[in-house]
């Protein structure tokens, strides 16, 4: 079985790629160990990741894919591997393809474990660290005993920088935009099964092992992939044999051959004939059916090769060329609606905080006037009376 497994950040499919690993014995390949295992040993890949690395660059897809075709190749990844964290656009998936259809080993499953948004962003922002002993916890669905010590060994937690709401939001976003169109491109190819990824680890492990047990149910072992693998093998052993197999054979075969001369110098005249006549057509034969074998033999794996390894390639080209479009504009015009909808929300709630404001400047005005009012009153009385009195003194 080779399997990818594709998920939001948070969205545990980490945990399930180990848990796949020690049930069916299928190594995880993983693109980031992959390149610091590269520029560790310094292989040729590896020095040219570390300079992109060191640049602050992102690797080239030319180099990952040399990468995990080298990883694909070796022993423990004949019957099956999971693939976790790649790929990561539509660009990526089409190159995996072809790499992995060149091999003879194309995918059987692309495993989504689906979680929703809410979910993600208290996964991420209650995530939990022990810098002791590495055990995780989350303050809203596992949270320790004593706030931010580990219960088993008493170590500090820590709460990573990126675990925030801006970080992970920028996060989610970037998922949605390149790795949505490649569930619909896995979904086109009829290799796509989702999982729900909320619930205790073992649930979800039980539906993701059934969902592997069906796939592997409907493999055949005598199918076209397996017979490409296999035309493949016999020609690189074919190649890599070189001369000195056919070299060997020809010796042999030279030796093995004038046996029969000896015998028949020793025989009279008579018999000379006889052997004459049968050792030609004798060493005649042998040569006319390794010649006509021998060709068919060479030849039978290269044609075979160079049919079936063709409409591999094109075949997925055709089919993306078309529907790769539509799929990029999609999410620009759910992010375009999301963005209106944010800013509406934003004016009308300013729009809001501006009446509020009016209506109590309003109100403090009106009260300052009465205020002033009530002050000035006795002020004004008092005149009144003076007037009163000095009409009267008048008079």
Known sequence: ?????????????????????????????????????????????????????????????????AIIRERVMRSDARNGFILDGFPRNLQQAEALDQLLGSMGQ??????????????????LTGRRTCLSCGKMYNVFYSPPHIDGRCDECGGKLRHRADDNEETIGNRLRVYETHTLPVIEYYKEQQKL?????????????????KVVEDVKAHIKP???????????????????????????????????????????????????????????????APRKTVAKKAAPKKA???????????????????????????????????????????????TRKVAVKKKVTTKKTAVK????????????????????SKKKAASRRKR
Do not use: C
Not at 365 to 379: D, E, G, L, M, Q
């Open 1 to 65: 079985m080779r399997i990818v497994l594709l998920g939001a950040p948070g969205s545990g499919k980490g945990t399930q790629a180990r848990l796949l690993v020690e049930r069916y014995k299928w190594p995880q390949i993983s693109t980031g160990d992959l390149l610091r295992e590269a520029v560790d040993t310094g292989s040729l890949l590896g020095r040219q990741a570390k300079v992109a690395m060191d640049a602050g660059q992102l690797v080239s897809d030319e180099i990952v894919l």
């Open 106 to 123: 194309p995918l059987n499953l692309a495993l989504l474990v689906a979680v929703d948004v809410d979910a993600l962003l208290q996964r």
């Open 193 to 209: 099964r989702t999982v729900q990824g909320v619930g205790e680890i073992a649930v979800i492990f039980k539906a993701v092992r």
């Open 222 to 284: 005598g199918s076209r992939s397996d017979a490409i693998r296999r035309a493949i093998a016999k020609h690189q052993v074919a190649s890599t044999a070189g001369a000195g197999k056919t070299r060997g054979k020809g010796k042999k075969a030279a030796a093995a051959r004038p046996k029969p001369k000896k015998t028949a110098a020793k025989k009279k005249a008579a018999p000379r004939k006889t052997v004459a006549k049968k050792a030609a057509p004798k060493k005649a």
């Open 300 to 346: 039978a794996p290269r044609k075979t090769v160079a049919k079936k390894a063709a409409p591999k390639k094109a075949a997925p080209r055709k089919t993306v060329a078309k529907k790769a479009a539509p799929k990029k504009a999609a999410p620009r015009k759910a992010a375009a609606k999301r963005t209106t909808a944010k800013k509406k929300v934003v």
């Open 365 to 384: 005005k009106v009260a300052t006037r009465k205020a002033a009012s009530k002050k000035k009153a006795p002020a004004r009385k008092a005149a009144a």
